[in-house]
């Protein structure tokens, strides 16, 4: 995209101290998928990203900002989410014509337009406004425009290029979401208008139709629309990786990105492998896996709960502390024991209090690989007997019960078992 009005980055050969990190940008992007992710409305989804975008410390820009959709059948840009504008401000861009003001210019182009401040091109009652500046980053992909990403630069700041890529990877990536939210949301209509079809027939064969909807639906989402973005972050990443400038730090940081991605990337299709599990039809491809750096892995991807709330975390094989050079070998797929063991641990992560411990045990006998993780916390009653089925789950804002049924079917998948014991005294 091109940027008119926008110097680049200083011509040094250095990254500028001003200039947000890879890490920094990776937290954001990461955000902006999970909440994808969540059980939200789009414009509730809207509202968390231009909350994040304008609170986040670090980033360049004003403390206040805005989402415009592209409604097709009004031919105009219309206000989805904001935060921080004034009263004038909301009513005189509540809806904008394409190619009207720097919002319109942008999602008229699909390109970037970042000002020095307001010129001639900005129409809409300039003095009503206040001297600001504009960067207007188009939502849209080749063949469609979906709506323009407002953000109010610091006074005096000039983006990098890197800044420059940083904002295009939030342009896909929210652009993905939107065209989610949008799928999704035809996919409800079409439901609807299923269920209400669906009554004239015997309830045996409308059972069998919506779940063959439902799977059908999931499986696309999974499989199309969840990918997109995690693409644009690989690809993001990948690209990064091919200067010759970068430092250490930044080099391990971008390869942290690259691998997360692409294992994010796995974790989506999983969700069609667990379809086949249920069904009985999945064919295990088994070889020698080791546990050991799986563990360490989810351990690092979930630092920053463990630090905030400073639990401590213990890994043994076979009694002692696990040390580097240590392996803990058993047959299976790496992708399910990964996924296996990020739902339990995850599980003991998160019901755990402050200042507790939490142990990963591995031992081995001849015939059996076994993993105990102990948190101090007990099982909640309500939910005891029922641990391992599915769309259990209590206390969780976003929880969807699908952690420890996932697990147990990766277990037996695996050609094992699992169990869970909890009590107040001994935690589970």
């Known amino acids: 995209m091109a940027t008119p009005n926008a110097p680049l980055s200083d011509h040094s050969g250095g990254i500028p101290d001003s200039t947000i990190t890879v890490q ?29 975008l304008t609170a986040t410390p670090w980033l360049p820009i004003q403390n206040k900002g805005a989402i415009f959709l ?10 989805a989410a904001h935060t921080n504008l004034t009263p004038e401000h909301l009513a005189l861009c509540h809806t904008i014509r394409l190619g009207q003001c720097h919002c319109g210019q942008a999602a008229l182009s699909r390109q970037m337009i970042v000002t020095d401040g307001l010129n001639e091109q900005h129409v809409i009652l300039q003095e009503a406004l206040g001297e600001h500046r504009d960067c207007c980053i188009p939502l849209g992909t080749e063949e469609k425009i979906w709506g323009v990403l407002n953000l109010y630069p610091l006074p005096n700041h000039h983006f990098s290029e890197q800044e420059f890529t940083f904002l295009r990877a939030i342009s896909s990536t929210l652009t993905s979401a939107i065209i989610r939210f949008n799928q999704e949301l035809r996919l409800q209509e079409a439901a609807s208008k299923a269920e209400e079809d669906a009554r004239q027939i015997a309830k045996q064969n409308e059972e069998l139709l919506a779940a063959d909807r439902l799977r059908a639906a ?12 995690l693409t644009g972050i690989i690809s993001f990443a990948d690209m990064l990786l091919e200067r010759q400038d970068l430092d250490n730090d930044l080099r391990k940081g971008l390869e942290i990105i690259l691998n997360s991605g692409y ?9 069609l492998y667990l379809f086949q599990m249920e069904q009985g039809t999945y064919k295990l491809n088994a070889e020698m896996i080791d546990l050991i750096p799986v563990i360490n892995n989810i351990f690092k991807e979930l ?16 009694g002692r502390p696990v040390e580097k050079g240590d392996h803990f070998l058993f047959l299976g797929e790496e992708l399910l024991a990964y996924s296996m063991m990020a739902n ?8 755990s209090q402050a200042g507790t411990e939490i ?25 005891k007997e029922t641990f391992f089925q599915k769309f259990i789950t209590h206390g969780k804002k976003f929880g969807t019960g699908l952690g420890t049924f996932s697990a147990k079917l990766i277990a037996e998948t695996l050609k094992g078992s699992i169990t869970m014991s909890s009590s107040q005294t001994e935690g589970t």
């Open 303 to 318: 630092a920053q709960q463990i630090q905030k709330m400073k639990i401590i975390v213990n890994i043994t094989r076979n």
């Open 359 to 383: 142990t990963v045990a591995l031992s081995s006998t001849l015939s059996h690989a076994c993993i105990q993780i102990n948190n101090a916390q007990p099982v909640p009653s309500q939910i």
């Open 344 to 351: 339990l641990i995850k599980n003991a992560v998160e019901a």
């Open 70 to 79: 592209w409604h097709e059948q009004d031919q105009h840009l219309k206000l």
């Open 218 to 229: 999931v499986e696309h989402i999974s499989r199309h629309d969840l990918k997109t973005p």
């Open 24 to 52: 920094q940008a990776n937290v954001i992007i990461i955000r902006l998928l999970q909440l994808s992710l969540e059980p939200l409305t789009l414009a509730e989804y809207l509202d968390e990203v231009i909350y994040v």
């Open 263 to 271: 294992r994010s990337l796995h974790m989506i299709n999983l969700s």
